[in-house]
């Protein structure tokens, strides 16, 4: 069974940083990805990675302020998240997908329990 567990989550202000991180136990595939959702929105693709760290993918919204990373040795993924922006507070989820990476959740078999991230402006 694969479990994902999300951390790193909290409130900053507008123009402030955090880090995200998602451990992993288990065998989660190949691709992990980290997507978000905000109240009354639904879930949305924010970052992708494959496994060997090379190919990431990001939503247009975040692209230049985000980074997806990943340690495969401590089976761990992380989002760095810069310059944030009140239009970034969700709750921000891990998912693991078989495939080599992608930026659809139905494609996505793992799942955390989501780490609120609140942007103050």
């Known amino acids: 069974q694969v479990q994902l567990v999300e951390s790193g989550g909290g409130l900053v202000q507008a123009g402030g940083s955090l880090r995200l991180s998602c451990a992993a136990s288990g065998r989660t595939g190949t691709g992990m990805g980290w997507f978000r959702q905000a109240p009354g929105k639904e879930r949305e693709f924010v970052a992708t990675?494959?496994?060997?760290?090379?190919?990431?993918s990001y939503a247009d919204s975040v692209k230049g302020r985000f980074t997806i990373s990943r340690d495969n040795a401590k089976n761990t993924v992380y989002l760095q998240m810069n310059s944030l922006r009140p239009e970034d507070t969700a709750v921000y989820y891990c998912?693991?997908?078989?495939?080599?990476?992608?930026?659809?959740?139905?494609?996505?078999?793992?799942w955390g329990q989501g780490t609120q991230v609140t942007v103050s402006s």
């Open positions: 998912a693991a997908t078989p495939r080599t990476y992608s930026s659809v959740a139905r494609q996505y078999d793992y």
């Open positions: 990675i494959n496994l060997s760290g090379g190919i990431t």
